[in-house]
């Protein structure tokens, strides 16, 4: 009988800096798990749920997990605007390129549109990174050192980079949420069935087909983290290889 792995690549990209050990600093994914799984179980009477009230709330990244994040956190009344959103690239507003008879657009996402709602304001920040997370004596996170960074580009690769600018401020927290991506598949999962990886940590392949007999892969254990609809596209078309390798052909 054939395997297929197609759960979530969800390995989360961490932070080096000091101070990372401090208590209040996890990843965006466990926070919202562990608010939804507190909601579902118990409607929050178990109090496992990362709680955010009348807390001040960095969001570290961006994308739909650091939304989410925004989102959870104001619901869960945190005090500040709208959960101080930290991000490293440039506003997408303004890197866009150019398209003839359109104008470059800003996307605002249901956390920040409630936050705005709320607070008054955007709570993005963008060209900046954590430098350092500080803590108390107990070891509990009291803010964290924003590094603001600028475009750089190399002249001999042509490749543009951030760069720190030199100019620094602090931002008092008690929670900190990092959501910088991905870096590919649980190891558990790639040694439970001794697959071999790519160079970005997904489960590498030759027509959903893995190095090792009767195992297959699609979603985002192939493609890294995406969308729903790739998972429901890979599924199917994963479906069809199984099929073709008991069958000898496939239908699907």
């Not at 208590?23 to 939804?36: C, K, P, Q, R």
């Not at 960095?58 to 939304?67: A, C, E, K, S, W």
């Not at 900190?176 to 001794?194: K, L, Q, S, V």
């Not at 392949?205 to 254990?221: A, E, L, P, R």
Request: proline content about 4%; hydrophobic content about 35%; glycine content about 12%.
């Amino acid at each position: 009988m054939p395997w297929v792995l197609c759960c979530g690549a969800k390995k989360a990209r961490d932070l080096n800096v000091p101070g990372r050990d401090a208590n209040g600093v996890h990843f965006a994914v466990d926070y919202l798990t562990s608010v939804t799984k507190s909601l579902l179980d118990s409607k929050f009477a178990d109090g496992r749920a990362i709680d955010a009230k009348g807390k001040n709330v960095l969001v570290i990244g961006g994308g739909d997990t650091g939304n989410d994040c925004q989102g959870t956190a104001l619901r869960q009344a945190a005090p500040t605007d709208g959960a101080g959103n930290d991000a490293a690239a440039p506003c997408r507003a303004h890197r866009r390129k150019p398209v003839a008879g359109v104008a470059p657009v800003l996307k605002v996402d249901y956390g920040q549109t409630e936050c705005i709602a709320k607070f008054g304001k955007d709570p993005r920040v963008y060209q900046t990174t954590v430098k350092e997370f500080l803590k108390d004596e107990a070891g509990n996170l009291t803010g964290a050192v924003i590094s603001c960074l600028k475009p750089e580009r190399d002249p001999e690769t042509g490749r543009t980079s951030m760069v720190p600018t030199g100019k620094e401020f602090t931002y008092d927290c008690q929670l900190a949420f990092i959501a910088a991506g991905f870096t590919g598949c649980e190891n558990y999962t790639a040694d439970a069935f001794g697959v071999e990886l790519t160079a970005r940590g997904n489960v590498a392949d030759h027509s959903f087909k893995t190095n090792v007999d009767k195992v297959f892969v699609c979603g985002d254990m192939r493609r890294g983290q995406s969308l729903v609809v790739w998972g429901l596209r890979e599924g199917r078309d994963c479906a069809a290889e199984v099929d073709r390798y008991l069958m000898g052909y496939t239908n699907l």
